[in-house]
C-alpha cells in the first residue's frame, strides 16, 4: 500500500509542477487551486507512504518521480530539448528509483 500511495505522490508532484508552469501562464484563480490541490494531494499520499516507509527512501523515490516526470512532461508539452544526455541522465533516476524498490 506504501509504494501505491508514493506513486500517485509522485504523480501529483508533476501535476502540481506543470500547474506551476500553467499559473506563470494564466494567472487566473482555477490555475492556483489546482496548483494547492495538487501539491496538497501529494503531500497526503506522500505522508500515508512514510509512515510504513523509512522517510529516506520515500522522499528519494517522491522526488525521484517529480524530477524525472516534471522533465519528461517539460519535453512533451513545452518542447524542451530532447537531448540524449537529458534522457540519459533522466533514465538514471528512474532507475535510481526502481533500485530502491528492489532492495526495500
Known amino acids: 500500500m506504501a509504494w501505491i500511495a508514493l506513486i ?3 504523480l501529483f ?5 506543470f500547474m506551476i508552469n500553467r499559473l506563470h501562464d494564466k494567472r487566473n484563480w482555477q490555475s492556483f487551486l489546482l496548483l ?5 494531494v501529494s503531500f497526503l499520499f506522500l505522508s500515508i507512504a512514510m ?6 527512501t520515500a522522499y528519494a523515490i517522491w522526488t525521484g518521480i517529480g524530477a ?6 517539460s519535453m512533451v508539452l513545452y518542447n524542451e530539448p530532447r537531448e540524449v544526455k537529458r534522457i540519459i541522465f533522466i533514465a538514471m533516476i528512474i532507475g535510481a ?3 530502491l524498490k528492489l532492495i526495500s
Open 8 to 10: 500517485i505522490a509522485g
Open 13 to 17: 508532484e508533476m501535476l502540481g509542477v
Open 36 to 40: 494547492v490541490f495538487s501539491f496538497g
Open 51 to 56: 509512515t510504513t516507509m523509512p522517510m529516506g
Open 68 to 73: 524525472s516526470g516534471g522533465a519528461i512532461l
Open 97 to 99: 528509483v526502481i533500485g
